[in-house]
């Protein structure tokens, strides 16, 4: 089992730049699919943006492709989340998301990830 601590989270202007960590700990991080998924108020989970074990294939929401980018470094147990020109509509908590190698769509879908962090809250203010 994976531990997974979210960071970097807060309050920013529409237009504005977020780098949100995932720090891992008790698993084998360098084996691990990553994902972000985010969670506003009144609204379901929806996925962000997923990275392989390797760095080999990221995915993105068609909502943040151009804006967000995914990132790992394995030497530190951590996945980030480049968020760029923030909108109001990215307000949301963020969660980061951790398993084992997942294949095609599946990527995308949060019932196929096991660990989870706490969360992290992102508000963007018009």
């Known amino acids: 089992q994976v531990q997974l601590v979210e960071s970097g989270g807060g309050l920013v202007q529409a237009g504005a730049s977020l780098r949100l960590s995932c720090a891992a700990s008790?698993?084998?991080?360098?084996?691990?699919?990553m994902a972000w998924f985010r969670q506003a108020p009144g609204k379901e989970r929806e996925f962000v943006a997923a990275i392989t074990w390797s760095a080999f294939r990221t995915v993105y929401a068609d909502s943040v492709k151009g804006r967000f980018t995914i990132s790992r470094d394995n030497a530190k147990n951590t996945v980030y989340l480049q968020m760029n020109s923030l909108k109001p509509d990215d307000t949301a908590v963020y969660y980061c998301?951790?398993?084992?190698?997942?294949?095609?769509?599946?990527?995308?879908?949060?019932?196929?990830?096991?660990?989870w962090g706490q969360g992290t809250q992102v508000t963007v203010s018009s």
């Open positions: 998301a951790a398993n084992g190698q997942i294949y095609g769509s599946n990527i995308l879908k949060s019932q196929r990830y096991d660990n």
């Open positions: 008790g698993g084998t991080f360098s084996s691990y699919t």
